[in-house]
């Protein structure tokens, strides 16, 4: 199967009615939002969608999103590549008081006026989500090793100041 560029906005109840799926990508230069959070985009972002309605006739969108993208190794500063991939299920909903009736499974998102959803936000949004928090390689790749890691040592003049928290226990035993 082809994969074709995603459109930006869609109808997710006419897509959801005609049971549709999308397998697509949206190029770099539309990851505006993720360029920002990462050091480099790398990849295109591919993106497969199914719209259906459930049992409970609520209409569903779910998607998987996969990007590679550059991040900075907080251990030793040096760039890597690394793989995002990220699974997601939205009900559409009118306004957001709706939400609270939607089952546990299945996240809002809000129509906008036209009665589309921002297709190309939602999946920027899900890969922004599931970047890690502090990047590392994993530690054979990494040229800091665990010997230069130092844990729980402080400098001598730190160590030589008052517990500020020491007023604290004095409390604690009144």
Request: with cysteine; proline share 6%; charged share 25%.
């Amino acid at each position: 199967m082809q994969k074709v560029k995603l459109p930006l906005t869609v109808d997710p109840v006419k897509d959801a009615q005609r049971r549709l799926d999308y397998d697509g990508y949206y190029a770099i230069n539309q990851l505006e939002r993720l360029s920002e959070s990462v050091s480099k985009v790398l990849s295109d972002a591919q993106v497969r969608l199914s719209f259906f309605i459930d049992p409970q006739k609520l209409v569903v969108m779910k998607g998987q999103a996969t990007v590679d993208i550059e991040v900075v190794c907080q251990r030793c500063q040096k760039a890597f590549m690394q793989t995002i991939d990220c699974t997601f299920c939205y009900s559409p909903v009118a306004n957001l008081d709706q939400a609270d009736v939607l089952p546990e499974i299945y996240e809002p998102i809000e129509f906008n006026e036209f009665g589309e959803i921002d297709l190309l936000g939602t999946v920027e949004d899900e890969l922004i989500l599931s970047l890690p928090i502090v990047p590392l390689h994993s530690s054979e790749h990494c040229e800091v090793s665990v010997a230069e890691q130092v844990f729980g040592e402080l400098p001598e003049e730190l160590a030589k100041k008052p517990n500020p928290f020491a007023v604290l226990a004095s409390l604690k035993q009144k």
